[in-house]
């Protein structure tokens, strides 16, 4: 972008930029911008990593944010401002200013004109009526073609079944001829990452390092149009080991559990596979096969204690992930203080801390806790220690059970674990 072009302190691009940063403000507390020290900054950075994985200095928040002055003020890069829009709930940047549109107009300073004879206004409601109309059609009009014009297109993955590690090839599959630039469709590989790609070529890879379901999504120009999956059975139950602030490596911990009841690993064990112990680290025991078990009518039952506080660990958390053939569920379990961080997910239903009051999930299990889940008809209930505790409904069915996967802050453990069919009885 040409930086004479967007140095200018009023232009629409900073403009955006200021409508970003004050709701960025909103999301973590009521106090203006004007009034943020640099105490302020060092939260934003951790929080703003925390749920992008995209890493801003405090010093570089504040140029953002206007605090330190300079002769021209600094307009970040793409990849920066797609973190700040993601971290209030957009997908990327280019979808924060789809839904903010600043004109230069409306940015430029009014000038005071030349008094002249004041005319009686006409009244302007009809033709209002009749420009929402002509505007409401032609919308509608530009849509019904956009999407005839992908219809034809699908996102197919060339080898979508396999065991973890897995490289996945995903191409687009068009019946008749691509009406659009390969460039304007973009794939979520749906493994949590903030990688996304293109298709600039006629296929689009990804490296998958963890056993799961994950249901990877079509984008054409910001409209999500096709779904798929990717399905990375466990061996038996594996357990691997990652690094906050690495995301490109995990760190496998050769220890089997086939036939433990107490399910659990070390800080040695840890250590072994490579983890550096006093960082933030998280541990997960993934067993991912296919069942006959519902996984929208089933009960799981565990004890689990999560971790003591340690380097890098002061929530202590605790995720538990079901997957289903067509979605999965997911709930986090934290100490009351950090419910800022929890957040669920059963089908279409979901909410997190950052926007939703997540207090039923705020539970200190450090000391141990009997932990039940139970998913009967599509209503979800879960107990702690025998108490109801929080209860929803969901729509959409996912489908058999297809893997389990429990994810500790730090060093955590379960046991007397069981996971079965509420009708069949059939168990995991």
Same mark, same amino acid.
């Given at each position: ?11 629409? @691009? ?7 940063? =004050?709701? *960025?403000? %909103?999301?973590?507390?009521? $106090? /203006? ?111 019904? @073609? ?7 297109? =699908?996102? *197919?993955? %060339?080898?979508?079944?396999? $065991? /973890? ?122 067993? *991912? ?140």
């Amino acid at each position: 972008m040409n930086s004479e072009f967007v140095q200018a302190e009023n232009s629409v @691009f900073f403009k955006q930029l200021d409508i970003c940063c =004050k709701k *960025v403000a %909103l999301q973590i507390g009521e $106090k /203006s911008i004007s009034e943020w020290k640099n105490s302020d900054y060092i939260k934003l950075s951790g929080l703003l990593h925390r749920k992008t994985k995209v890493h801003l200095s405090e010093n570089t928040l504040k140029r953002i944010f206007g605090k330190l002055k300079k002769p021209t003020r600094y307009y970040p890069q793409k990849a920066t401002r797609d973190a700040l829009a993601q971290f209030i709930g957009f997908r990327d940047w280019y979808e924060f200013e789809l839904l903010h549109p600043v004109t230069e107009r409306e940015n430029s300073t009014v000038h005071a004109a030349p008094s002249i004879p004041v005319k009686p206004k006409p009244n302007y409601t009809l033709y209002f009526i009749f420009a929402f109309f002509i505007i409401a059609v032609s919308t509608g009009v530009y849509y019904f @073609f956009k999407n005839d014009e992908v219809r034809n297109v =699908k996102l *197919v993955c %060339l080898n979508p079944e396999g $065991k /973890s590690p897995h490289s996945a090839i995903f191409k687009l599959g068009v019946k008749g001829k691509l009406s659009d630039e390969l460039s304007n469709f973009v794939i979520d590989f749906g493994d949590g990452r903030l990688k996304q790609s293109n298709f600039s070529d006629s296929t689009a890879n990804h490296y998958y390092e963890t056993p799961g379901r994950y249901f990877p999504l079509l984008y054409h120009k910001n409209t999500i149009i096709d779904t798929a999956y990717v399905y990375l059975q466990s061996k038996g139950w594996d357990i691997i080991a990652t690094m906050q602030n690495d995301s490109t490596r995990v760190y496998p911990i050769l220890k089997r559990l086939s036939t433990m009841h107490d399910y659990h690993v070390t800080s040695r064990d840890a250590l072994d596979a490579g983890v550096d112990t006093s960082k933030t680290f998280f541990v997960s025991f993934a067993n *991912v096969k296919p069942t006959q078990i519902s996984a929208d009518n089933f009960e799981f039952n565990a004890g689990i204690t999560t971790s003591a506080e340690r380097p890098g660990v002061r929530c202590s958390q605790v995720d538990l992930v079901f997957y289903g053939e067509r979605d999965k569920h997911f709930l986090s379990i934290i100490k009351p203080e950090c419910t800022v961080w929890g957040s669920y997910k059963f089908s279409e239903v979901k909410k997190t801390g950052q926007k939703d009051d997540l207090r039923e999930f705020g539970h200190d299990l450090t000391n141990g806790g009997q932990v039940k889940l139970r998913v009967e008809k599509q209503q979800v209930i879960l107990f702690i220690n025998g108490r109801e505790i929080f209860k929803t409904k969901y729509r959409t069915p996912i489908g058999k059970l297809m893997g389990f996967k429990v994810v500790f802050a730090g060093i955590g453990s379960f046991k007397n674990f069981s996971l079965a069919d509420l009708t069949t009885g059939e168990k995991f």
